[in-house]
């Protein structure tokens, strides 16, 4: 006799949950801004778009996940956030959630304004610190670094996901909060054969490609640098040689999102067409927005 019982929640659930969830955020932000035009001028209304993107995200996620509520892709995909799978189930406790949400969405926004001013402070070499020019340009290029590096570790975290179908917000591997379904009918394991776990695995393949094609990129630029004797000795600095940090090498035909961030212009359209934000900040970014450079040098 078919009864009502529970599994965990597997990948194809929590996307569907998330891209409703986006799809909701976005028309909140989308009311937010429409208000804030008619208040701000229209200089504070541009310059404020991420702190109003912001504030559309924790009024729905505080309205929901904090409160206590699902949200609306939680409740569409039937899906409870709990703090563990396995008997007794225990719901996720308050601060957990909010723990989860400040970092989901407030972690983002931190660490994008901090490297909008520590790239600002360097270019304007006006750190509080007795730094030498030499100082300035090694610090340059950590922060690409760290760029590349946080870039990387999002797609590992996505390609993990794909394969195990937990997890899918790094906030919520932090905080160890899970996704479970009440079904009706005969039990069976949602994830034990999904489809994403080939997605997960060509992720895999494509960012082992990539660090092997990074890695080749780097060395011959290192020969390269070796046979100049004089006029350019630093080759990240040239424009044909920003780095892309979605197939990690120099980037082709160099394109801006509205957040002020830049790509292969392939790289970056084909981003876009699957989920409608930058990669390394988040904001959103339709294609309609990106911004083909041209003359650009850094």
Known sequence: MARLHVVSAGAPELVRSNQKDLYYVSHTSHLLSEISKKILSPSNWILYQSELQLAAELIYFGFTTIYGNQTLGEEYCSSVLVEQIK????????????????????????????????????????????LTETNYKALEKVTKLCETVFTFL?????????IHGVFYHI?????????????YGVPQDVT????????????????????????????KNK??????????????????NLQCTLCLSACKVQTATPCGHVFCWDCIVDWSREKEECPLCRSTVYPRQLVCLQNFST
């Open 87 to 130: 008997r007794p189930i225990k719901a996720a406790g308050l601060m957990r959630r909010l723990i989860t949400i400040l970092v989901q969405v407030g972690g983002a926004y931190v660490l994008r304004k901090l490297g909008v001013w520590l790239n600002a402070r360097i270019a304007a070499r006006d750190l509080p610190l007795n």
């Open 154 to 162: 999002s797609q590992v975290h996505l390609a993990v996901f794909y």
């Open 171 to 183: 906030a919520k591997r932090i905080t160890g909060l899970h996704y479970i379904m009440i079904k």
């Open 192 to 219: 034990s054969s999904s489809p994403y776990k080939y997605l997960g695995w060509i992720l895999s393949v494509q960012l082992m490609m990539r660090i092997v094609d990074q890695l080749q990129h780097l060395k």
């Open 223 to 240: 020969v390269s640098s070796r046979a100049m004797t004089g006029s350019r000795t630093d080759t990240a600095d040239s424009p044909s």
